[in-house]
């Protein structure tokens, strides 16, 4: 499974911004799909996840309300959309797959995309 993830960028304080992820190689619909996202000098977070069949999706407490999850089965794509961004969202922010089964941990995850930097200026 490869994944590519894009649409990082530069976003003012309380803007939004839309990171795609794009996957090849596999089932794309038997794929559990989770974001992470790592801050300079700080470890790799869980940020949001949907399940295979899309039907569950689930996030982080500090994005709740602000991030929503979702997939596209038909284009082997799923999207993060971030609202009212904040300077702590900053980070490079990276796709994960499983076949596994969802979950929060980078563990949970066997495949990664190479990430792709948001940057959240105030």
């Known amino acids: 499974v490869q994944l590519q993830a894009s649409g990082g960028g530069l976003v003012q304080a309380g803007g939004s911004l839309r990171v795609s992820c794009a996957a090849s190689?596999?089932?794309?619909?038997?794929?559990?799909i989770g974001w992470f996202r790592q801050a300079p000098g700080k470890e790799r977070e869980f940020v949001a996840g949907?399940?295979?069949?899309?039907?569950?999706?689930y996030y982080t407490d500090s994005v709740k309300g602000r991030f929503t999850i979702s997939r596209d089965n038909a284009k082997n794509t799923v999207y993060l959309q971030m609202n009212s961004l904040k300077p702590e969202d900053t980070a490079m922010y990276y796709c994960?797959?499983?076949?596994?089964?969802?979950?929060?941990?980078?563990?949970?995850?066997?495949?990664w995309g190479q990430g792709t930097l948001v940057t959240v200026s105030s």
């Open positions: 994960a797959a499983s076949t596994y089964g969802s979950g929060r941990s980078t563990g949970t995850f066997p495949y």
């Open positions: 190689g596999g089932t794309f619909d038997r794929l559990a």
């Open positions: 949907i399940s295979r069949g899309g039907v569950s999706t």
